[in-house]
């Protein structure tokens, strides 16, 4: 037996500890807002079918709460491995090759985030001042969710490629 198998690296131990500490945090933070997302909106039903009110600005909260769950909750799917991918063919092909795959999916991802946070930061100063009609706050507080997203999966990408590239193809006995 080789002792070439899946041990990990450094480079890859260091990727992945980093990895798992953004996780775990932006994980508690998602379930959190969940929670309050989930209180809110029941409260906004109660309040209206039951006392006839509302909570002013309860339903523009809950839209923006979301936008950033969905800007976070899509980092941190790709950091567990998960992302919009069809892989029928790829999960046919060789390991190594699938490998290399994999590593190209997340190049493509990683330079399609860092181009989508260049441009949400140009759209953020053009409309990002006017403020929430509503809510009486600038528009930048919500947007800024896009870029934040973008920079986390752009991290995420970048770990998983050094851990890929660090890990040791198993050697078969």
Known sequence: M????THPGAAERWALALERGAIR?????????????????VSLV?????????????????????IYTTALGSAVELAHGKHIAIDALVAR????LSRRLDVFNLIVIAALNAALFVYSLDWIGAV?????????????VVEVAVPIGCALTFIFCVTRIVAALAAKPAVPE
């Open 128 to 140: 990002g001042g006017s403020e929430h009609p509503v809510m009486h706050i600038p528009e930048g």
């Open 25 to 41: 945090g932006l994980e508690a933070l998602l379930t959190v807002t969940f929670a309050f997302i989930f209180i809110l909106v």
């Open 93 to 96: 092909l060789p390991p190594a």
């Open 46 to 66: 109660v309040l209206r079918y039951v006392f006839n009110s509302t909570i002013v600005g309860g339903n523009e909260a809950t839209v923006m709460l979301f």
């Open 2 to 5: 080789n002792d070439r198998s």
